[in-house]
């Protein structure tokens, strides 16, 4: 075989790798383009469309009251993915593309779990998780990403889930303090302290505490989270 007719296959076979090339290249462009189309949806979801969908996993869908009481729990927030400032990750389109085969029609509306700081929400005064409605109360989860339920920052935010949690929050550090406090405070003339001192002590510090926690709470404007689960507004 010639050296020519050798060059001639050489050039085909690398014709035919660029060619190949070109086609992987047009393949990622137009995935590419179509995971910013899925984002650009789920970032304009502002209204809550009912979804149909086919096969669903029974253990992905949750009603409104699971999902308010997990939100208030977790000291998270609901709400439409159009307010959403995060990024949405690589395998949540994956999902994404796996719930639109499933659907009856386009799937245009999204809600998303997360902390309130993942959400461009508006100010009165000037994880996540993402799902989609299917009706009744009734939605379904898509995808998940973050670490936004661990049981620490449920223990953490329980204060704040409710007034009486916050007030027997109050009690428990006044108590922690009154029992805390040397005896030498309190003793009288004989060395002792009566159960009227510690009572009288207990009462005192309950009421500093509450003092600074109202101040906290009106001056940062705080809000419970059973009343901030799903409201677009800081306060």
């Not at 395998?91 to 796996?98: E, G, N, Y």
């Not at 009856?104 to 409605?133: H, K, N, Q, W």
């Not at 002792?192 to 101040?215: A, D, E, K, P, Y």
Request: proline residues 5%.
């Amino acid at each position: 075989m010639s050296a020519h007719t050798e060059r001639e296959r050489l050039e085909q076979v690398l014709l035919g790798q660029a060619r190949l090339v070109e086609q992987v290249r047009g393949w990622l462009e137009e995935e590419q383009k179509r995971d910013d189309i899925l984002r650009a949806v789920v970032r304009s979801s502002r209204k809550q469309v009912p979804v149909e969908l086919r096969m669903t996993d029974p253990d992905r869908i949750f009603g409104l009251g699971t999902i308010q009481d997990l939100c208030i729990k977790h000291r998270l927030r609901f709400l439409e993915a159009g307010l959403y400032k995060g990024e949405v990750p690589g395998h949540a389109l994956l999902a994404i593309r796996d719930l639109e085969r499933r659907a009856e029609g386009p799937v245009t509306s999204y809600l998303i779990m997360a902390p309130s700081a993942s959400f461009r929400l508006c100010d009165s005064e000037v994880d996540p998780l993402l799902f989609v409605p299917i009706g009744n109360d009734r939605y379904y989860l898509v995808d998940r990403w973050g670490n936004d339920l661990s049981p620490w920052r449920a223990l953490r935010y329980w204060p704040v889930r409710a007034p009486l949690n916050l007030a027997v929050t109050v009690l428990l550090a006044a108590l922690v303090l009154t029992s805390a406090a040397p005896a030498s405070w309190l003793a009288g003339a004989d060395g002792t302290v009566s159960l009227f001192q510690r009572g009288l002590l207990l009462f005192w510090t309950t009421m500093v505490i509450s003092g600074f926690t109202l101040f906290g709470w009106f001056a940062f404007f705080g809000q419970f989270s059973r009343d901030a689960w799903n409201s677009r507004f800081f306060n």
